[in-house]
């Protein structure tokens, strides 16, 4: 990330077509750069290697023409002040462009250069530089750190294309240095022209060319604006006053009848007009804010391919252009105002900083209450939303088209809530959605016991597995419905629904009995009875076979039935029991959730 700097645009100059494009493919005609960049219409070609077949200068490499240059352009400037200093190179951002800066005043000793970039432009950018992305972008791994310079330092500038396509780049400087020296930061001595250097202006300004000349006996101007020089009928005065586009040139004659010759090149920029905004808020839980989003309503129907936003944190610093937020702007508390610049990417000295907004840190609304609700078999309704007092500052809005904090609702559904903070014309809002379903009440379907000893595993099986906790004899409630150590005897099994719909008491039994019994006599698994009915009230076990018919009745004393009926054995086959006991209450009750099935064979 780069580190904030201070930022003068002194000029940008897209290219534009043919006629007025300066481009130097070789460093021994490098343009020179002053007050004014250069108009470029993109670069055509090289010309000579100016590396001497080298593969490598800095972060340049070799490309696809075998040389370091493939469309290459060369500038120089020479420095006018001490201070910060830095530029920006726009182009396309389907385009792919390099460059190499080297401080020298000699194309012949080269060097290694100060500041170098051959990234590809995959993050499709419309800037590379020194110093900073003049849009707000913090994060471009297409700039490097600005210079620090003094006066009279000369410098070589290669702009590089490595595209395909090549529509052309634009130069703009940059840095403290056009903040404390605006008019000479550069030196504009090494540009031997009568004219002056090249010349960018916004639209309605009116230039002044100024080609006064001691001595002189006539002044003659013309202008090319695409077709050739043309005279400029009634122009014979030692400055001409220009209001369009176009190449000027002026023929002075001395008294010896010899002639100066002087061209320059004039643009004109469109005027951008900045279009009013609305307040916004940064809410609360939100680090930074998107300025850029503001983009559009800034730009209105003007192309936004053709200007620059950018936002200030104060009025100077939009009209200097310097000290840019970053788009991904770092909200504070409380409210502030921002500022911004809309300008021309051709002359970025043609801007609108008219406008600004209001930008609120907002307390956004904060709904934590639960998602998920739940309608109860034996109730009719349900209610959802917030339950704590709500905010008086907030307004709430649910998709039924209630207005309340909460809502009451009698069928299961999805159904969604949103609160609103509006303050001074701003908003932050939260939504909140909750599913309501039906919960089933529990109902135990079996109890399982492992073969029965002195603790026992018991399983609880139930209707339902979802949103119940399992409770035995008062102890603590727990999700698994399986208890271990469980004495034999009569327990209490509490199951409770986690969602408030109540809980589901019944008592069970734990007792065992052998799933079979071999009344042969052997004194081996010759009897059947129940394990563990001692532990039970005057409990009675009833014997019947598999048509309903009583065969047998057992105590607790009894030793165990040995598969006869009225002193006859019967035959192998399946028999059932009932086994009941006294209750807590004092009641005869018939043990449930026991399998009350075991087989005789003989």
Not at 159 to 164: K, L, P
Not at 238 to 264: E, H, M
Request: hydrophobic letters at 35%; proline letters at 5%; one cysteine or more.
């Amino acid at each position: 990330m780069k580190y904030k700097g201070i930022r003068f645009f002194l000029v940008l100059l897209l290219g534009v077509s043919g006629v007025y494009a300066q481009v130097a493919p070789d460093c021994g005609t490098a343009i020179p750069i002053c007050n004014n960049t250069p108009v470029n219409g993109g670069t055509m070609g090289y010309g000579v290697d100016d590396f001497d077949g080298a593969l490598m200068s800095g972060c340049l490499e070799e490309t696809t023409t075998g040389a370091i240059e493939s469309n290459s352009a060369w500038y120089r400037f020479r420095t006018g002040a001490s201070g910060q200093l830095g530029f920006n190179i726009g182009f396309d951002t389907s385009e792919d462009w390099d460059f190499a800066l080297y401080k020298t005043s000699d194309c012949n000793t080269l060097g290694e250069p100060v500041r170098c970039n051959f990234f590809d432009n995959q993050d499709q950018n419309a800037f590379i530089g020194v110093g900073e992305d003049p849009t707000g972008t913090t994060v471009n791994v297409q700039y490097e750190d600005w210079l620090q310079v003094e006066p009279g330092e000369d410098y070589y500038l290669l702009i590089n294309n490595f595209s395909n396509s090549n529509s052309g780049f634009s130069i703009q400087f940059s840095g403290s240095i056009f903040i404390s020296n605006p008019y000479d930061a550069l030196d504009c001595s090494i540009i031997s022209n009568l004219l002056g250097p090249p010349i960018s202006a916004c639209e309605n300004d009116i230039i002044t060319l100024d080609a006064t000349t001691t001595d002189a006996t006539a002044y003659n101007w013309f202008m090319d604006g695409g077709s050739g020089f043309q005279p400029i009928i009634g122009e014979n005065n030692p400055t001409l006053a220009v209001t369009t586009n176009g190449a000027y040139r002026v023929n002075v004659t001395l008294p010896d009848g010899s002639t100066v010759i002087s061209d320059v090149e004039v643009v004109y920029s469109a005027m951008p007009l900045a279009n009013p905004l609305t307040d916004d808020a940064s809410c609360s839980g939100a680090t930074t804010y998107d300025l850029s989003q503001k983009d559009t309503e800034v730009l209105g129907t003007q192309n936004p391919a053709e200007f620059i936003v950018s936002y200030h944190a104060t009025y100077t610093d939009a009209t200097n252009g310097t000290n840019v937020l970053p788009k991904a702007f770092v909200t504070g508390n409380g409210s502030q105002t921002i500022f911004v610049r809309l300008s021309s990417i051709s002359n970025p000295m043609c801007f609108d900083a008219s406008q600004q907004f209001q930008l609120t840190h907002l307390e956004s609304p904060i709904m934590d209450f639960d998602t998920e609700a739940y309608l109860c078999a034996e109730n009719a309704s349900v209610v959802i939303g917030e339950t704590l007092p709500p905010n008086p500052n907030y307004t709430y809005l649910w998709d039924s088209g209630e207005t309340t904090a909460n809502i009451e609702v009698f069928q299961a559904g999805t159904y969604t809530v949103t609160a609103t903070n509006s303050q001074g014309g701003v908003t932050c809002n939260d939504s909140r959605t909750i599913n309501v379903t039906t919960s089933v009440t529990p109902v135990i379907t079996d109890v399982l016991i492992e073969d029965l000893q002195v603790k026992n595993t018991v399983t609880v099986l139930t209707n339902i597995t979802d949103h119940i906790e399992f409770q035995l004899d008062g102890g603590d409630f727990q999700s698994s419905n399986v208890f271990s150590d469980v004495l034999p005897g009569i327990h209490t099994i509490t199951i409770n629904d986690v969602n408030g719909c109540g809980t589901v008491t019944e008592q069970i039994v734990v007792v065992g009995f052998p799933k079979f019994f071999t009344p042969n006599g052997d004194n081996h698994n010759d009897l059947w009875h129940i394990d563990g009915i001692s532990e039970l009230e005057a409990p009675i076990v009833h014997i019947y076979d598999r048509f309903g018919k009583f065969l047998k009745q057992l105590n607790a004393s009894d030793i165990g039935w040995d598969g006869r009926f009225n002193g006859n054995p019967l035959p192998s086959s399946d028999y059932w029991f009932k086994l009941s006991y006294i209750d807590t209450t004092g009641q005869r009750s018939t043990a449930k959730y026991i399998n009350n099935h075991f087989s005789l064979k003989r």
